[in-house]
């Protein structure tokens, strides 16, 4: 197990040189992983400090490096970081070649101080810090190099840059936030939108649907509020949809004789895969059951929050890149992954997603009631545009964000009263706040603390719900304290249809008990955690049906993995990851964000907040009910109140 022998991360010092390596602390007490690619972490310089684990390393040269990669990428806009950059280099060189003297030490003290007070970005503020806690703590070493019989120069060791910012960091797909954010600054919305096409081509959806969690790590957020990350990446869509950015950056296609991959699933997810896939000269086919393409953005979101033209604009694009879907095709029924083989499909990506229902354990749910609908089916035939007929008082169960589709729904498709059975509290709900909140302005109607128990028929059509009351218990395995029915507090409500969403399971139906694959103790499909790859050879897999019900943007990064190792396994027979990913997933588990480290910033200046349509309004139909930024000047303010965060880290192996 590795040991620390020094740290100064994030303001803790950990001095155990004087220790033998025995009594030292595991580095795993710091949440810094001891390896990075499969070599041994000797070291981390970086925004918050210096961690050092091997007794031998050379402070001063791994600090001439750090800063060569500083220097490299400060962007000049101010004096300090990029001048300062430099400086610091040269007389680290100068040193490390035994020209340097005291005043030298005593310089680089002074600029590191000077750079870290007057820069105007968080690359600038926090590059100083290692080399300051260097000079504190390793004064000796930097003396080393005034005698005579200085430190050898070299040492061999491997040098690992990684580029980030607390919101990059945030984002399980780690687009490029500060950059596009930049180029929003500059109003060069073009340059923005490519940034976020590196990672997807689902963008103006993502500007739309993505719980954006960037935003709970920007640093402005225990300062005054986070910036509108998501809507300034849809203002980037939107504004490129109107100028036909994506016609004027047309990809090539791969060529006719390319190796062939197969995709299970149109979801986003597969259409992530198969658009990353496309771009490395893949030919791509994607078997979806469905007859349209998107998964659950299709049918599973409202359009008054996903319209579909923007949808089918971006899976378009996939499309573009020669990406086939073949529709109606359901992988285990119309084909089986054994066929998929002898088409001669190189791998097998399954994206499947979870489109059937978990049940309630209710009675009366499986009786085959009218008036009963599983909410993953509800949404499916509304969004197909089948005719669905609710009555006038509808009880929707669960309180995630597919609860808050199927009622808010429901309002719009004429139903007189909606009711909402949760049975935790609103601050346990795990649906979006926002969602929440547009619910309830909405006229939903709130049970909490509330529990179905029986489903009431009369002439076999639905006539009421009988529920319970519950109170909360002690903490479960999810964290969330257990809800405990109350004795004697069963009710009845009045409704004409219910609709249960209390989550979603996959459709198996392809798994043969010789094809490998295995599932998780919860019910999702084996697959390694930075590859993708499943249990089988040449398969990989990802999205809701690897995850569990997760975020769209969660799906798009494990694409993007997948998408990675499968070219690496055809081109090589060994799946595995480029550099850039297993070093963003290395520095997430360190953890970026810190809310009582915030940097100096301008305080006071609000965050801009998109239009909203008036409830009545968004109650008539499904017209897109948030319209999101209008005003290119407002956007760039918006942009504006980015201090552009960036922390450079420098992994030693």
């Known amino acids: 197990m590795s040991k620390v022998f020094f740290s100064s991360w994030n303001g803790k010092l950990n001095d155990e040189r004087n220790k033998n390596s025995d009594q030292r602390m595991d580095l795993e007490k710091l949440d810094i992983p001891s390896q990075l690619e499969g070599d041994d972490l000797k070291a981390f310089i970086g925004w918050a400090g210096l961690v050092i684990v091997d007794p031998e390393l050379n402070v001063v040269e791994a600090l ?17 970081c990029r001048a300062g950059s430099k400086v610091i280099t040269d007389r680290l060189e100068k040193l490390i070649a035994g020209k340097g003297s005291e005043k030298d030490l005593v310089f680089l003290k002074e600029i590191s101080q000077l750079i870290k007070d007057s820069s105007l970005c968080e690359l600038g503020m926090s590059s100083p810090v290692p080399l300051l806690h260097a000079l504190e703590h390793f004064a000796e070493d930097f003396s080393a190099y005034l005698k005579e019989d200085r430190p050898a120069g070299g040492n061999g060791l491997a040098y690992r840059p990684i580029l980030t910012a607390p919101c990059r960091n945030g984002c399980p797909a780690h687009i490029n936030i500060p ?25 103006g959806t993502l500007g739309r649907v993505c719980v954006h969690p960037c935003e709970s790590n920007c640093n402005r957020q225990p300062y005054d509020q986070s910036l509108s990350i998501r809507l300034l990446k849809r203002f980037a869509a939107d504004f490129g949809a109107k100028n036909d950015y994506d016609k004027k950056n047309e990809l090539p296609r791969p060529a006719a004789d390319a190796d062939k991959v197969a995709v299970v699933g149109a979801g986003p997810a597969g259409l992530n895969a198969a658009y990353q896939l496309a771009q490395k000269g893949y030919a791509v086919t994607i078997y979806e059951a469905l007859p349209v393409a998107g998964g659950m953005l299709a049918v599973g979101i409202p359009s008054y929050r996903l319209p579909r033209d923007i949808l089918n604009a971006e899976i378009g694009l996939v499309e573009s890149l020669g990406v086939e879907i073949k529709y109606n095709m359901r992988v285990g029924v119309d084909i089986s992954l054994d066929k998929l083989w002898d088409e001669g499909y190189k791998a097998i990506f399954i994206a499947n997603g979870l489109h059937e229902s978990a049940t309630m354990g209710c009675q009366g749910e499986d009786a085959g009631y009218k008036g009963f609908i599983p909410g993953v089916e509800y949404l499916r035939k509304m969004n197909l545009g089948e005719k669905v007929d609710l009555g006038d008082r509808v009880a929707v169960i669960g309180g995630g964000n597919v609860a808050m589709d199927c009622a808010r729904s429901a309002l719009r498709l004429g139903a007189k009263e909606v009711n909402l059975i949760y049975r935790r509290s609103r601050a346990e709900m795990p649906a979006n706040e926002a969602e929440v909140d547009a619910a309830e302005e909405e006229g939903v109607i709130f049970h909490m603390l509330s529990n179905p128990t029986c489903i009431l028929e009369e002439g076999s059509c639905v006539s009421g719900l009988q529920c319970i009351r519950m109170k909360l218990g002690e903490p479960d395995e999810s964290g969330r304290r257990r809800p405990v029915p109350v004795e004697g507090s069963e009710h009845v409500l009045e409704v004409d249809t219910v609709i249960p969403a209390i989550g979603q399971v996959a459709d198996y139906c392809y798994m043969t008990p010789d094809c490998g694959l295995e599932l998780t103790k919860k019910g999702t499909l084996v697959a390694d ?105 407002e956007v760039i303010t918006e942009a504006e109140r980015c201090i552009k965060c960036l922390r450079l880290g420098l992994a030693i192996l």
Not at 182 to 199: C, D
Not at 552 to 576: C, F, L, M, P
């Open 64 to 80: 001439k490096e750090y800063f060569k990669n500083v220097q490299q990428e400060s962007c000049g806009r101010c004096i300090p």
């Open 179 to 203: 950059k596009y954010i930049e180029s929003i600054k500059e109003g060069n919305y073009e340059e923005a939108l490519a940034v976020n096409r590196e990672k997807t081509p689902l963008v």
């Open 529 to 633: 955690s930075q590859t993708m790859a499943a249990d089988a050879p040449g398969v990989f897999a990802g999205g809701d049906v690897v995850l569990g019900a997760a975020t769209v943007i969660e799906a798009i990064a494990s694409a993007n993995r997948a998408a990675e190792a499968i070219d690496n396994y055809i081109r090589t027979g060994k799946s595995s990851v480029e550099s850039q990913l297993v070093q963003e997933r290395h520095v997430e588990k360190i953890g970026v964000y810190k809310e009582e480290v915030v940097p100096e910033m301008v305080g006071g200046r609000a965050r801009l907040e998109e239009e909203v349509c008036p409830v009545q309004e968004r109650l008539q139909g499904f017209a897109e009910a948030e319209l999101g930024f209008k005003n290119p000047s």
